[in-house]
């Protein structure tokens, strides 16, 4: 049996069980993409794709949470998109290097309000995603993205429309169509990254996924074996490194994806690639008490980063966010980082540190993966006194040694604006057979 069949299969059956710490990871990664949602209602990319959708808005059934006018189904997918990814404070995975829950909730909230679908089958539909996204990483390499290709757009489309197919109980049939269909949405460049389309990408593999989904629920139909064929979806978006999807699994393999390969939670909001030098920097912050003394700085680092974080002195928060010296800077200087951090014009020590450190990346062998500790960011810092600090991160809050907490994690939903009363209800077992809509909004 083909993958296709063997995935769609399983995925379309009527209920899928979901264990404890299954449902632990759904849940969180559900509140953690509403906070995300939340945090970027006031950015500059959310507010334009606002205004596109009120100019393109014809129906306007849909609510928007974090605020605003109903939308249709199309402008709300897209627009949930945008906001989740705004300020990159969004979930990632490793062996795809996608935003997997980022497109895939914001299309679920969103298409939950044209039926009464649960928190329980919302996280269902996720979970089924979930594992798509990862299958499809697994087959194209970490390659993919080193190419140039932005995977929460990519492989997060396909894997939004498998998991809205599954909310809305397609069959297999209906299903193969629908993640092949979304084949056709599947875009975005990594040279887009410090604009405002990396968040619009999110945006369009939320309102893609829904669109591929409703076209096949409605009889539209693709070539199911678009996966492995010749000139293919793995032929033409992998590499020499990448392989078949593999149909070679028992179909109770399936659903742990999840487990084996988890999704990363952000503490901090810049891509996760400056991730480490953050931790670096709160840690030379105590060591380091007079910063002026600082003579210059070195950041050692894989080189397949640098060509996502890219930009040496940054002209806006969004490149700021993409900038491994501005985020060491700043958390070296202010001994933290938040949601202010990346407000550059406040930070002007931040900018004068920046000219001091200088960027270094190191090769990788060609089956790197991504995040490994065995290739970590290496902080050296000389001081006017020809003393040296040596830091050397491979770990970091929210990664796989040390993820975040619920406590973290409610923390979060409540800094970006959250309700209490929201995430008690999501939080309490006794609702997760309640109607979304009736939690969120």
Known sequence: MSFHKKFCNWASQKKININKVTYKRAENAFIDTLACILSGVKEKQSKVALKYCLENNNSKNIKIFGGGKKLSISAACFLHG??????DFDDYEYV???????PIFSALISIAQMKNISIEEIYQGWLVGYELIIKLGQALSYDHYYKGWHSANTIGVIGTAAAVSK??????????????????????LKQQFGTDIKAFHVGFASQAGVQSALLAKNGGTANQDIWNIERGFIELYGSKFSKKLNNNFKRSDLGNAIIKFPNFIKFWPVCSYSQRVIQGGLILNKKIFIKKN???ITIEFPEPW????????????????????????TALINGKFDLSSLNISKNKKSLNMVKKIKLLTYKVPNNFEDYDPKYPDIIKVIMNDGSILIEKISHIKGGKNNPLKDEDIDNKFLMCGGKKNILNKI?????????????IF
Do not use: W
């Open 427 to 439: 939080r309490n077992q006794k609702y997760k057979k309640k109607n979304l809509k009736e939690i």
């Open 306 to 329: 640098f060509r996502v974080s890219k930009f040496h002195i940054p002209k806006n928060s969004t490149e700021a966010r993409f900038s491994l010296s501005y985020c060491l800077a």
């Open 167 to 188: 909310v809305l109980k397609l069959n297999a049939d209906q299903m193969a169509n629908a993640i092949s269909i979304a084949t056709s949405f599947s875009s975005g």
């Open 96 to 102: 795809a290097g996608s935003h997997p829950s980022a």
């Open 82 to 87: 945008v906001r989740s990814a705004s300020i």
């Open 294 to 296: 600082i003579k210059s």
